[in-house]
């Protein structure tokens, strides 16, 4: 069964802190992996990682994928409190099936 | 990459009654898919939705409970059926047209049943 592992699941943090965020994966034919930001209903997306050692950049975030450790971590610099979200994991496999992770819920004070 | 519409936003619903989910997207999409995310819960895949033919189920999802439809290559509906208050959910819409533009979801349907 495939799986996918967030951690942490809750982080408390102060504006202009620097957030890391852990994926691990454990998947039949891995394709992709995929972080999205969750605020109220729908996720939206962030970055997808398909080669190892490869950093995707967008502003304050990054993220980047070990696909020999089968772990991806997403960076998130100069936290603000607009960055207040759940953070999403997901892989994609070659049989067409996403699978998420738990989800981390990132709460920013100001 | 696609944006999708998806419509009701919001509904309560009676117990035993069934309610249908649209999602409409702009362009035509290659896999459309319906998740449900439960409170607290992360995205649970419900089926894959086909064009032209039977949606794909995941283990503990079934046609009888959950009919899909997708008649063209950019619209499906997902009806919940003689819903009972543990239907009480996010419901989302998902969809994808290959590339590195990853999946995009739809607004997602707020679904409470009383």
């Known amino acids: 069964e495939d799986k996918v592992v967030q951690s942490p699941l809750s982080l408390v943090v102060h504006e202009g802190d620097t957030v890391t965020l852990n994926c691990s994966y454990e998947?039949?034919?891995?394709?992709?992996l995929l972080w999205y930001k969750q605020e109220k209903k729908a996720p939206t997306f962030l970055f997808m990682l398909?080669?190892?050692?490869i950093e995707k950049k967008s502003g304050r975030l990054s993220s980047i994928l070990d696909k020999k450790e089968l772990f991806s971590i997403l960076n998130i610099t100069a936290t603000q409190t607009g960055d207040s979200a759940v953070y999403l994991c997901?892989?994609?496999?070659?049989?067409?099936?996403?699978?998420f992770g738990q989800g981390t819920i990132l709460t920013v004070h100001p | 990459s696609a944006v999708i519409s998806q419509k009701p936003s919001r509904d309560i619903c009676q117990r035993g009654t069934s309610l249908t989910i649209q999602c409409q997207v702009d362009s035509q999409v290659t896999m459309m898919f319906w998740y449900r995310q439960q409170p607290g819960q992360s995205l649970t895949l419900i089926a894959t939705?086909?064009?032209?033919?039977?949606?794909?189920?995941e283990s503990g999802f079934v046609i009888d409970k959950f009919p899909i439809s997708r008649p063209n290559l950019t619209f499906s509906t997902l009806t919940v059926s003689n819903m009972s208050p543990e239907d009480s959910s996010i419901y989302l819409c998902?969809?994808?047209?290959?590339?590195?533009?990853?999946?995009?979801f739809g607004s997602g349907t707020r679904l409470t049943v009383v």
């Open positions: 939705a086909n064009q032209g033919s039977e949606a794909t189920y």
């Open positions: 998902s969809a994808t047209a290959g590339g590195s533009n990853g999946y995009t």
């Open positions: 997901a892989v994609f496999t070659s049989y067409g099936k996403l699978t």
């Open positions: 998947v039949t034919n891995f394709r992709s």
């Open positions: 398909t080669s190892s050692g």
